[in-house]
């Protein structure tokens, strides 16, 4: 049982993590994947769709094992009342929207043992603090106690004239609330269909998403070697 694909290093992830690591991608045109092309990476992710039992297969065979399942997600944009009660994120969020986002997702793929203890919690950190800037997601919406504490986030990003994503989204208690943010977001950007992407495992994610309308667009696994 054999698997064409390309190695690609993951260049941010390498500097980020102080890591040597790469992401085979499946291509019919491209080389065999063997044990010897992976070598001299010291950690090397896939991410294939669950349908595609045959490429799953020959990766394990190769040394590779299951991290996790992801279900993508896509939602039509329809016509909200604007009404959310969310602002946008203010670069004096930052310190409060690291602490939060390192907590809320301290265990997703970048979890021990594959990474270091605390690399989950610092990736997220960075990712949020980063959407705040601008930078990979566009923007950050953040939902406020009476006292002004943050007490839910989401962040967004276009993807082209028509789509845009959800990158992060968490708060106790504010799923409906931050859906409604974010689909109120890409409204006002002229979006026909908002995405977003979670861990199988996540039942309360998958609920909320499923709730507010949205449907599975796709399966995946992610495997590491």
Known sequence: MHVRASIEPLGWENRFFGVNSA???????????????????????????????????????????????????AISVGETDGQTGAEIAQLTDIPALRQLAAAAFAQSRFRAPWYAPDASARFYAQWIENAVHGTFDHQCLVLRTSNGDIRGYVSLRELDGREARIGLLAGRGAGAELMQAALGWAQARGKTTLRVATQMGNTAALKRYIQSGANVESTAYWLYR
């Open 23 to 73: 992401i085979v991608r499946l291509d019919p045109a491209a080389p065999l994947l063997t044990a010897e092309v992976l070598q001299p990476w010291s950690r090397v992710q896939a991410k294939i769709p669950a349908s595609n039992t045959t490429a799953l297969d020959a990766l394990q065979q190769l040394g590779f094992a299951l991290v996790e399942g992801e279900v993508d997600f």
